[in-house]
């Protein structure tokens, strides 16, 4: 691997200019290409940095530009046809979050990386957060007892999507903060929603995931609330954490709090519930950009050829949980059982099929702050 690696990125909408201004910002990457089919949105990215080279065709990025490393930023139904013909060009390849509209679309990428031997990230950007960092280190540290559940609520006014529905916009981030906490898959899951203002995609869902030993997580999603809410709160045997992203400071609270059942007791008049009300503490947390932390782990991935912590697997598992999703949201909230291997793909596509539908460093904001839809 030369010294520079040359990096392109391809859709320049709203979060892709955030990954153009990382990856330009990194030392040894060569931010070499940004490709939109707009040539409206590329005119504005190009204003903003001239240097950096435009391209409105994406199979002459990936062959005339002579890049090592692609990063995806389309709308999730372009995620697979185009890093598939990435991979296939020879180049690394990172794609944004969902992995893709599919899960049979998402285990055929992680094949072709593997065959040929090339990095494949997936932009679970909140990985990446030193806040969610930080939670994972109290949980694994065991300072929050067994944890009973969670809750996540992720809530805004917009932005609207027209071919996905809120669960698949807004839940990835939650469930892959709940997946990394937890280290262990749903056994099933069950999701309600509501379209309200497009018809047929649903703007404010509700989804359930159910874990071994009764665990489970509750995610509220929502584009149509008046205030921008990025919240969880992880509840354990002996701590809490409210854990709250859009706070400047102070984002996580960890409270000595808990409940306990007496272990025995002969009549009702001995039976009380212990509640423990201890102190609250806020630890401390550095200030960096997450998606800073995320590129420049990719970058390490490549040269270092290590597998990323957002990789293709862990693509995968979020995207059956959001076909799980779907499929529970089209049977009214019905329980999916995903306790064994199906062979169902519900996928994106199937929501706009159905009647009636429309289809680790730098002192930075936030995920959070940099984009209102994380
Ligand atoms: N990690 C995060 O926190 C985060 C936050 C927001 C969005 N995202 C993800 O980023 C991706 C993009 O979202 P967005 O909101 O920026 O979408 P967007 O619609 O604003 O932008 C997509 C861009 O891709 C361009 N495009 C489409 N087809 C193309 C083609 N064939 N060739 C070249 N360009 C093409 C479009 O012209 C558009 O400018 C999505 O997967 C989304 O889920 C991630």
Known sequence: MAEQIKVGVVGCGYWGPNLV??????????????CDISEVRLAHVRSLYPDVEGEVDFKHMLNGAGLDAVVIATSVKMHYPMAKASLL???????????????????????????NGLVLMVGHTFLYSPAVRKIKEIVDNGDLGEIRYICARRLNLGLFQKDINVAWDLAPHDISI??????????SINCRGTAHITP?????????????????????????DPRKVREMTIVGSKRMIVYDDVAQQEKIKVFDTRVERPPHYDTFAEFHYAYHYGDMYVPYIKQEEPLKAECQHFLDCIRSEATPLTDGHRGVELVRILEAASRSLKAS??????????NFHH?????????????????????????SRS
Do not use: Y
Request: some cysteine.
């Open 21 to 34: 201004r990382n990856f330009r910002s990194i030392a040894g990457c060569h931010l070499k290409l940004m």
């Open 89 to 115: 060009a020879g180049k690394h390849t990172f794609i944004e979050k969902p992995m893709a509209a599919t899960s049979h679309e998402c285990e055929e990428l992680i094949e072709i990386a593997r065959k």
């Open 178 to 187: 709940i997946l990394h906490i937890l280290e262990e898959q749903p056994i």
């Open 200 to 224: 047929g995609v649903e703007d404010v869902t509700s989804m359930c995931l159910h874990f071994p030993k009764e665990r489970s997580a509750i995610i509220h999603s929502s584009w149509l």
């Open 333 to 342: 909230g019905a329980p999916i059982d995903l306790s064994r291997p199906r």
């Open 347 to 371: 996928s994106i596509h199937d929501l706009s099929a159905r009647p009636g539908r429309a289809k680790e460093k730098s002192l930075a904001p936030s995920a959070s702050e940099t984009c």
